[in-house]
């Protein structure tokens, strides 16, 4: 199995910059599409950025332009990179893998960190 474990979140003001890190742990495994998610009080969970096996990146436009995406394959983990903040990026972060694992055969699983708090505020 693999485990996921998000660092980097914080309280920062507006204009302020954050990194998060996503890194993955396990016996076997290889990584597959990695994304970023937020979910703010009362607002439905939207995705942020994600990126495939092969590098191609995705972002949903309230952060295009701002947050960077990227991944340390050699490492197993996954970054997201926030410049120029804003108050409404305030929200619970969470990692998501696509993840496949060998445990007497090869399938394929999605996992989920545990989430990081990020709040934006003066």
């Known amino acids: 199995q693999v485990q996921l474990v998000e660092s980097g979140g914080g309280s920062v003001q507006p204009g302020g910059s954050l990194r998060l890190s996503c890194a993955a742990s396990?016996?076997?495994?290889?990584?597959?599409?990695m994304g970023w998610y937020r979910q703010a009080p009362g607002k439905e969970r939207e995705l942020v950025a994600r990126?495939?096996?092969?590098?191609?990146?995705n972002y949903a436009d309230s952060v295009k332009d701002r947050f960077t995406i990227s991944r340390d394959n050699a490492k197993n983990t996954g970054y997201l990179q926030m410049n120029s903040l804003k108050p409404e990026d305030t929200a619970v972060y969470y990692c998501?893998?696509?993840?496949?694992?060998?445990?007497?055969?090869?399938?394929?699983?999605?996992?989920w960190g545990q989430g990081t708090q990020v709040t934006v505020s003066s």
């Open positions: 998501q893998a696509s993840v496949r694992v060998y445990d007497r055969t090869w399938n394929s699983f999605s996992y």
């Open positions: 990126i495939t096996s092969g590098g191609t990146t």
């Open positions: 396990g016996r076997m495994f290889s990584i597959n599409a």
